[in-house]
């Protein structure tokens, strides 16, 4: 199965500061032959489902602010949030997609400082 | 706007099965760009992918499940399926039922989850 470890596990950020999680896959996601990152990113708030925000890694979900974007390739990935605000308090997870079992980042909380 | 409803029972017993179905709304399950999902989510945990059905009846299960899994498909009723056996405490979990994104030829590529339901919390207990 691929390892997804992100990091930190924890972190609380100013609002209206940069937020950034990391995700780090045990082997690479990317396919070759279609060159996509099989990544995707989700937010997940007390009591509620998980939300998409990213998928192959970069692409924002319809609906999803412009302050949250995602990056990197093959084994190390990034969800960046450009300004916390209020709502964006939740547990962020990391998804990879490229092999079964799909597997899951252990979660990473944001809290506002 | 789509949306999914898991129901079924908050309390089993060990050794006992679960049976959860997830009736979809808003939507066609029989879509062929889509694949059906269950995830589940121990409290206070990360989450963690169950298996997936097809409209065809197509199934893709975690081999890393300890307990023995069955995901079925009712195209009829827009509903699908899971039922998991021989229960013990730590199948304790919130359970989830999901749409997923796929390869619309039925190849069994299956990608992000894009629509959840709200979940169901099962409890596993004498």
């Known amino acids: 199965d691929i390892v997804m470890t992100q990091s930190p596990d924890s972190l609380a950020v100013s609002l209206g500061e940069r937020a950034t999680i990391n995700c780090k896959s045990s082997?690479?996601?990317?396919?070759?032959?279609?060159?996509?990152?099989?990544l995707a990113w989700y937010q997940q708030k007390p009591g509620q489902p998980p939300k998409l925000l990213i998928y192959?890694?970069?692409t924002r979900e319809s609906g999803v602010p412009d302050r949250f974007s995602g990056s990197g390739s093959g084994t190390d990935f990034t969800l960046t949030i450009s300004s916390l605000q209020a709502e964006d308090v939740a547990v962020y997870y990391c998804?990879?997609?490229?092999?079964?079992?799909?597997?899951f980042g252990q979660g990473t909380k944001l809290d506002i400082k | 706007q789509l949306q999914l409803q898991e129901s079924g029972p908050g309390l089993v017993k060990p050794s006992e099965t679960l049976s959860l179905t997830c009736t979809v709304s808003?939507?066609?399950?029989?879509?062929?760009?889509?694949?059906w999902g269950w995830i589940r989510q121990p409290p206070g945990k990360g989450l963690e992918w169950i298996g997936t059905?097809?409209?065809?009846?197509?199934?893709y299960y975690n081999p890393s499940l300890k307990s023995p899994v069955t995901i079925s498909v009712d195209t009829s009723k827009n509903q699908f399926s899971l039922k998991l056996s021989s229960l013990t405490a730590a199948d304790t979990a919130v359970y989830y039922c999901?749409?997923?994104?796929?390869?619309?030829?039925?190849?069994?590529?299956?990608?992000?989850?894009?629509?959840w339901g709200q979940g169901t919390l099962v409890t596993v207990s004498s």
């Open positions: 999901a749409r997923r994104y796929g390869d619309s030829s039925g190849s069994g590529y299956q990608y992000y989850f894009d629509y």
């Open positions: 192959w890694a970069s």
């Open positions: 998804h990879q997609y490229y092999s079964t079992p799909d597997t």
């Open positions: 808003g939507g066609s399950i029989s879509s062929t760009s889509y694949y």
């Open positions: 082997q690479s996601v990317l396919y070759r032959s279609d060159n996509r990152n099989y």
């Open positions: 059905i097809y409209y065809s009846g197509n199934t």
